[in-house]
C-alpha cells in the first residue's frame, strides 16, 4: 500500500483541480524510473485512466495508481508534502529506499 499524509492530501487536491482533474474520481499516478543520481528517480502525475497493470490504492480520500513494476520499489511509501521556506514540495518517504540523494528525487534499493 501507498499512504498520503494529511499535507499531501490537501495539496495533490488543490493541484488536481488546479489542472483539471477530479480529486475525488481521478488518480495520483505514481511510478519509478530508471536515472537520477542515486539510480532510480520517483514520478509523479495526474491521470484519469487505469491501464491493465495498474494497481489502485486509496488513502486520505486521494486514489492512487501504481504499475506493477513500480509498486515493487514503492510497497510501504508515504507521499508528504513539505513546504514552507525550506520546503521541498513533495516527498517519498521509502522505507525500501537503502541510499536517497539529497535533494530526495532519486534513490537505490
Do not use: H, I
Given at each position: 500500500m501507498i499512504k498520503v499524509s494529511e499535507t499531501a492530501k490537501k495539496r495533490v487536491a488543490l493541484l488536481m483541480e488546479d489542472e483539471g482533474?477530479?480529486?475525488?474520481?481521478?488518480?495520483?499516478?505514481?511510478?519509478?524510473?530508471?536515472?537520477?543520481?542515486?539510480?532510480?528517480?520517483?514520478?509523479?502525475?495526474?491521470?484519469?485512466?487505469?491501464?491493465?497493470?495498474?494497481?489502485?490504492?486509496e488513502d486520505n480520500d486521494i486514489k492512487i495508481a501504481v504499475d506493477k513494476k513500480s509498486f515493487l520499489y514503492l510497497a510501504g511509501t508515504t507521499l508528504e508534502y513539505s513546504g514552507g521556506l525550506?520546503?521541498?514540495?513533495?516527498?517519498?518517504?521509502?522505507?525500501?529506499?537503502?541510499?536517497?540523494?539529497?535533494?530526495?528525487?532519486?534513490?537505490?534499493?
Open positions: 482533474f477530479n480529486p475525488s474520481t481521478d488518480y495520483v499516478r505514481v511510478g519509478v524510473k530508471s536515472g537520477g543520481c542515486s539510480g532510480l528517480s520517483y514520478e509523479l502525475k495526474f491521470d484519469n485512466a487505469l491501464g491493465e497493470n495498474d494497481k489502485v490504492f525550506n520546503g521541498k514540495g513533495f516527498v517519498f518517504n521509502n522505507p525500501n529506499a537503502q541510499r536517497t540523494c539529497g535533494c530526495g528525487e532519486s534513490f537505490s534499493l
